[in-house]
C-alpha cells in the first residue's frame, strides 16, 4: 500500500522560506517519479517539480513560474521528497500535493497548506 504524507506547510511572508516533505511508503522515492504539485482556491492542480531517475542519474522538471526558487530533492535512505521554496510569493500560496507514479499509476498525499503573506 502507497502512502505519501506531506509535512512543513504553514504561514509565512512573502520572501521567506519553507521547506516541504513528503514521507513515502510502498513506493521507493529513487526509483519512481515523484512530484509536487499546487491547488490554490478556484484553480486547478498545476505541476511544481518533478523528479526522475535516468540511469544512475536525478532529473529535474520546475514549472515557469518556480524555476530558480523551488528546488526538489530526495533523500533516497529516508525515502523522502523534498521541496525547499525560497523567495515566497502571495501567488505561491496553495495547497501543495505530493505525488508518486509506481506502475503507471498516480499516488496522491493529503495535501499540505502553504500561505504566503504580502
Known amino acids: 500500500q502507497v502512502q505519501l504524507v506531506e509535512s512543513g506547510g504553514g504561514l509565512v511572508q512573502a520572501g521567506g522560506s519553507l521547506r516541504l516533505s513528503c514521507a513515502a511508503s510502498g513506493i521507493t522515492v529513487s526509483s519512481n517519479a515523484m512530484g509536487w504539485y499546487r491547488q490554490a482556491p478556484g484553480k486547478q492542480r498545476e505541476l511544481v517539480a518533478t523528479?526522475?531517475?535516468?540511469?544512475?542519474?536525478?532529473?529535474?522538471n520546475y514549472a515557469d513560474s518556480v524555476k530558480g526558487r523551488f528546488t526538489i530533492t530526495r533523500d533516497n535512505a529516508k525515502n523522502t521528497v523534498y521541496l525547499q521554496m525560497n523567495s515566497l510569493k502571495p501567488e505561491d500560496t496553495a495547497v501543495y500535493y505530493c505525488?508518486?507514479?509506481?506502475?503507471?499509476?498516480?499516488?496522491w498525499g493529503q495535501g499540505t497548506q502553504v500561505t504566503v503573506s504580502s
Open positions: 523528479i526522475t531517475s535516468f540511469i544512475n542519474l536525478s532529473r529535474t
Open positions: 505525488r508518486g507514479t509506481l506502475q503507471n499509476y498516480d499516488y
